[in-house]
């Protein structure tokens, strides 16, 4: 496998994920290039150690979430980053627009190992054994996915799940087109959220904990719906795992 990487690396230099700074090629024997440089790689740690305004925990430990997830009773919001609609340039943005309209291998490759930890962590802290925990996502718009061509919260998932063995299904639906939720103001993304997002005919997560993936959190009323969609069909528990929070998020009570 590293053979077939390393010819790959070979004949189209890596590059950073985020900058595109041409990448260090690795040994035959060694691991793959990163994804990212080493300047983009430190502004990303440093993004994990903004604090929460409602916990004082570092982002990545925080476990706060928007009201309208607490009260569809999500057990915990986990994310890595805050998201700053406004700052265009910093590392996680440059990512998240990646995996949303260029499908990235090498962005793909780095959050997914970022999220596949924090799901190694939830599941170790809620004790939960391998087997019993299902890996699903918020599904994007059928506008979007058909003009993008990829369902940037599927491929998360499909990863995640790869990574840490568990298992993958496809639980939630878009029953109707809908519209994206950062077009629409707070009402109507609530009922854009209750229209558009349903489950699957075939889905069964009874008695599972499902670990619900996205790439973005605003209000979290998508997130509300899928947890109180998923909770009516008998799953045991709802953990939200998502790149970032919206920076709103990070002060709200």
């Given at each position: 496998?590293?053979?077939?990487?390393?010819?790959?690396?070979?004949?189209?230099?890596?590059?950073?994920?985020?900058?595109?700074?041409?990448?260090?090629?690795?040994?035959?024997?060694?691991?793959?290039a990163p994804s990212l440089c080493s300047n983009?790689?430190?502004?990303?740690?440093?993004?994990?150690?903004?604090?929460?305004?409602?916990?004082?925990?570092?982002?990545?430990?925080?476990?706060c979430m928007p009201e309208r997830m607490r009260k569809a009773k999500c057990m915990s919001f986990r994310k890595l980053v805050y998201y700053v609609p406004s700052k265009r340039t910093?590392?996680?943005?440059?990512?998240?627009?990646?995996?949303?309209?260029?499908?990235?291998?090498?962005?793909?490759a780095f959050l997914a190992s970022r999220l596949s930890q924090m799901a190694e962590d939830v599941i170790k802290k809620e004790n939960l054994a391998r087997e019993d925990v299902i890996v699903t996502?918020?599904?994007?718009?059928?506008?979007?996915?058909?003009?993008?061509g990829i369902d940037q919260a599927a491929e998360l998932a499909r990863r995640v799940a790869e990574n840490c063995s568990f298992q993958m299904k496809p639980l939630l639906c878009r029953s109707?087109?809908?519209?994206?939720?950062?077009?629409?103001?707070?009402?109507?993304?609530?009922?854009?959220?209750?229209g558009s997002i349903d489950l699957r005919k075939d889905a069964?997560?009874?008695?599972?904990?499902?670990?619900?993936?996205?790439?973005?959190?605003t209000t979290g009323n998508g997130m509300a719906r899928c947890t109180k969609l998923?909770?009516?069909?008998?799953?045991?528990?709802?953990?939200?795992?998502?790149?970032a929070s919206d920076v709103y998020n990070k002060d709200l009570h």
């Open positions: 496998m590293h053979a077939i990487i390393y010819l790959r690396d070979l004949l189209f230099p890596p590059k950073c994920a985020a900058c595109h700074t041409l990448l260090a090629w690795h040994s035959p024997t060694g691991e793959p983009c790689l430190a502004e990303w740690e440093s993004e994990e150690l903004e604090t929460c305004g409602i916990c004082a925990l570092r982002v990545s430990e925080c476990e910093l590392v996680q943005n440059r990512l998240i627009y990646l995996i949303k309209r260029k499908n990235h291998d090498r962005a793909y996502y918020l599904p994007r718009t059928r506008r979007a996915h058909l003009q993008n109707r087109g809908g519209e994206e939720q950062k077009k629409l103001t707070p009402v109507e993304r609530i009922r854009n959220a209750r069964d997560p009874r008695d599972k904990a499902v670990l619900l993936i996205d790439d973005i959190v998923l909770r009516r069909a008998g799953c045991r528990a709802v953990y939200a795992l998502a790149v």
